[in-house]
């Protein structure tokens, strides 16, 4: 019994064949198992004998059966390495990431380019009181420049206008409408000189394809002894090259009115058409777009700051990071920033290892 069933193992020519072999002999109703099922029938004296005979054989085959599976799979595998071959020079399979949204990639470029000019960053409250948005600005409560901000105000009776800031009732309490309160906020806490960017989220109540009720901007201030517009003008046209990465980029200074600055400037940027498509730069510009405003830091902004107006000077400037992005990387629509649409987040993203350096080409 034991040699033909060995020989049955032996000539298995699979791991089906095999475990049908198993079955037969080692299975509930296998021939061995019926064997050891008689021993509880038999003598002592019979048991002693045919006992130690059954367990021989089973042992023989469960062996049997172990080494013939190991010779099948060493074989299986051995076919399967000669039938498969992995490249290890190929690349790995990319992994699913997220992408660093396009207005938070300009934020970083925005941060390196001017801190290589000297410039630190600071933040402020997006819920401003209207002193901080408007007064210090020199935008008094009757001033007809409230009316260029759509402003969402709080209700009167909302607990946040009921709030304390500085140790004094909070005036009427809003969400910023720009980042100038920072400037405000920087000058009543650090002596100058200073020179800072806010960037962060404002707020208007305003929606079309190149507005939204909540956008980004960013504004710089310098403030220091002896600072003309001279200064201003370098420093715009530094930071326009390097974030366009363009050395041909031609600047327009326009006059304009902000009630916080005077002289006022608005700032246009040459454009070239280049496909019907408008890209930035151009030594012979066909057409102008304008970028932000700025000027030279009204007296009554830096007296309300407690700073003497005539040691202190200093230039302001702001623009919509939005609007920036849009201008380099070719949208044409703002609403999309905003949507969450992941097909967009994916064209449009960047991965979180293209950190904007100067050896990278971001910077002055």
């Given amino acids: 019994m034991r040699d033909h069933m060995l020989t049955?193992?032996?000539?298995?020519?699979?791991?089906?064949?095999?475990?049908?072999?198993r079955v037969e002999a080692l299975g509930k109703q296998g021939t061995i198992t019926a064997l050891l099922k008689t021993l509880g029938k038999m003598t002592p004296e019979e048991r002693l004998v045919q006992g130690p005979q059954i367990q021989g054989?089973?042992?023989?085959?469960?062996?049997?059966?172990?080494?013939?599976?190991?010779t099948l799979e060493r074989a299986a595998l051995d076919a399967r390495l000669a039938s498969e071959t992995l490249d290890m020079t190929l690349p790995a399979d990319a992994t699913p990431a997220g992408t660093i949204h396009p207005v938070s990639q300009v934020m970083d470029e925005l941060a390196e380019i001017f801190a290589d000019l000297g410039f630190a960053v600071a933040t402020g409250p997006e819920i401003e009181d209207d002193w901080h948005n408007f007064t210090a600005l020199n935008i008094p409560e009757s001033h007809p420049a409230r009316a260029?901000?759509?402003?969402?105000?709080?209700?009167?009776?909302?607990?946040?206008?009921a709030l304390f800031i500085e140790g004094e009732p909070a005036k009427r309490m809003l969400l910023r409408t720009h980042t100038s309160p920072v400037q405000i906020r920087t000058m009543l806490s650090q002596k100058p000189p200073i020179r800072i960017i806010a960037p962060g989220r404002t707020y208007r109540s305003d929606s079309d394809a190149t507005h939204t009720p909540m956008f980004h901007q960013v504004e710089g201030l310098v403030i220091d002894k002896?600072?003309?517009?001279?200064?201003?003008?370098?420093?715009?046209?530094?930071?326009?090259?390097?974030?366009?990465?363009?050395d041909d980029i031609v600047l327009?200074?326009?006059?304009?009115?902000?009630?916080?600055?005077?002289?006022?400037?608005?700032?246009?940027?040459?454009?070239?058409?280049?496909?019907?498509?408008?890209?930035?730069?151009?030594?012979?510009?066909d057409g102008w777009l304008?970028?932000?405003?700025?000027?030279?830091?009204?007296?009554?902004?830096?007296?309300?700051?407690?700073l003497d107006p005539d040691e202190w000077q200093g230039f302001a400037f702001g623009c919509g990071i939005d609007r920036l992005a849009m201008l380099k990387y070719g949208m044409d629509d703002l609403r999309p920033f905003f949507d969450g649409d992941i097909r967009w987040l994916k064209h449009y993203g960047f991965s979180s290892l293209d950190v904007p350096t100067l050896s990278g080409g971001v910077g002055a």
């Fill in 252 to 285: 327009r200074l326009r006059p304009s009115y902000f009630p916080f600055t005077e002289p006022s400037v608005e700032i246009d940027v040459g454009y070239t058409l280049v496909k019907g498509k408008r890209v930035v730069g151009g030594a012979e510009p």
């Fill in 8 to 21: 049955a193992i032996a000539a298995a020519s699979g791991l089906d064949a095999l475990d049908a072999c």
């Fill in 290 to 306: 304008e970028i932000l405003g700025s000027g030279m830091v009204h007296r009554k902004v830096i007296e309300a700051c407690g």
């Fill in 57 to 70: 054989l089973r042992e023989a085959i469960a062996n049997g059966i172990a080494e013939r599976k190991a």
């Fill in 148 to 161: 260029m901000h759509d402003t969402f105000y709080m209700v009167d009776d909302d607990p946040i206008a």
């Fill in 226 to 246: 002896g600072i003309t517009l001279g200064h201003l003008k370098w420093t715009l046209e530094t930071f326009v090259k390097a974030f366009f990465e363009r």
